[in-house]
Each structure stands twice: as structure tokens, then as C-alpha cells.
């Protein structure tokens, strides 16, 4: 059985996230994965998690459960919120980019450090330097 959302750790320290389903267990996998991702971050092992989102299989997940799921990730780690540093590029077509404007207005009222893009599935590489750019 193939997994609902595949980790690839890159050697330049992305952590990329490709979505094979959106669906509420694809959710569930990326918070768990995420939550790996973060506690990596947090012990110090990198200064900020760069991750990339590859949504060109599967289109955006259900908006409202990853909603729900991140906000009890992020509880689940009240006291680190000064500590987490997330960079984090989306890799899309053209119909999830609204769903993306959506999530990237809810990502910036999140208490945490999130610097947010979406990039068209097209231009994978723009998106990889971006993540590991200063600005």
C-alpha cells in the first residue's frame, strides 16, 4: 500500500512533502510528518525547517481538517512557539492556488515564525532556491 503523503529528505536540508491523495488521512500523515520536522527544528538540529509542499499530484487537502490538525499541532507545542521557524514553499497547479491564497491568509495569523509561497508546479526549482534563500 503506498503511503497517502511520501517524506524525501533532501541533501540540501528540504524536507520535501509530496501529497499522493488530499484526503483526511493525507492530512493526519502530514501532521505527523510535520510534527517529526518541527521537534527536528526545536532541538536545534536546524535553524529553520524548510519545507516544500508538492501538491501537483493531488491537489489541495480538505482545507478545514488541515485547519483543525495544524492548530492542535501548534497547541500541542504552546511552549515552543518562539522556537519554531518554518519556511515553507507550495508546489501547485493552477486549480489548488485559491485554496493556497486561503491558507496562506490563515498561516500569517499563526503566533509562530512562517514565511509561506505558493510556486506553480512548474517551477520547482524557483521554489527550492527560494526556500533556501536568506530573504
Not at 491523495?21 to 517529526?36: G, S
Amino acid at each position: 500500500m503506498r503511503e497517502c503523503v511520501e517524506l524525501i529528505e533532501q541533501d540540501n536540508g528540504i524536507h520535501e512533502l509530496i501529497f499522493h491523495e488530499a484526503t483526511r488521512q493525507a492530512v493526519d500523515d502530514y501532521i505527523v510528518l510535520v510534527a517529526q520536522i518541527i521537534n527536528k527544528q526545536i532541538a536545534g538540529n536546524e535553524s529553520a525547517a524548510h519545507i516544500l509542499m508538492n501538491l501537483t499530484e493531488s491537489g489541495a487537502p480538505p482545507f478545514t481538517y488541515v485547519t483543525q490538525q495544524g492548530l492542535a499541532l501548534l497547541h500541542e507545542h504552546l511552549k515552543d512557539r518562539s522556537q519554531i521557524h518554518i519556511k515553507s514553499a507550495f508546489l501547485a497547479k493552477e486549480s489548488t492556488k485559491t485554496v493556497l491564497s486561503l491558507a496562506e491568509a490563515f498561516v500569517e495569523m499563526l503566533p509562530i515564525d512562517v514565511t509561506f509561497k505558493v510556486f506553480d508546479w512548474t517551477k520547482r526549482g524557483e521554489a527550492e532556491e527560494w526556500l533556501m534563500s536568506d530573504g
